[in-house]
């Protein structure tokens, strides 16, 4: 399975991006979806999660700004990132967890995109 990362780019603070994690392969199901970030020097922390019942947990410096999405149909995530500083600076991962066909459930991760904030 792969799992395909878009949207990231140079944006000014308090501008937006839309981020995009599309998953490909012989999937039979996805569980919890994830966005990660990390920022050079740090650590790589959850920003947002959304069960596949759609329930969303966010990071306390993300609460109100960013929304988490999921297309299951599509099998794809999107982080809706708004209100943007310059500490959103990283780089994106999207994780999801997967069963393949025939296959116990894994977790995956995207290959990251980058997001810098700055005037």
């Known amino acids: 399975v792969q799992l395909q990362a878009s949207g990231g780019g140079l944006v000014q603070p308090g501008g937006s991006l839309r981020l995009s994690c599309a998953a490909a392969?012989?999937?039979?199901?996805?569980?919890?979806v994830a966005w990660y970030r990390q920022a050079p020097g740090k650590q790589r922390e959850l920003v947002a999660a959304?069960?596949?019942?759609?329930?969303?947990t966010y990071a306390d410096s993300v609460k109100g700004r960013f929304t988490i999405s999921r297309d299951n149909a599509k099998n794809t995530v999107y982080l809706q990132m708004n209100s943007l500083k310059p500490e959103d600076t990283a780089v994106y991962y999207c994780?999801?967890?997967?069963?393949?066909?025939?296959?116990?459930?894994?977790?995956?991760w995207g290959q990251g995109t980058q997001v810098t904030v700055s005037s």
């Open positions: 994780n999801a967890l997967i069963q393949l066909i025939g296959r116990e459930t894994r977790s995956y």
């Open positions: 392969g012989s999937i039979f199901s996805i569980g919890t």
């Open positions: 959304a069960s596949s019942e759609g329930r969303a």
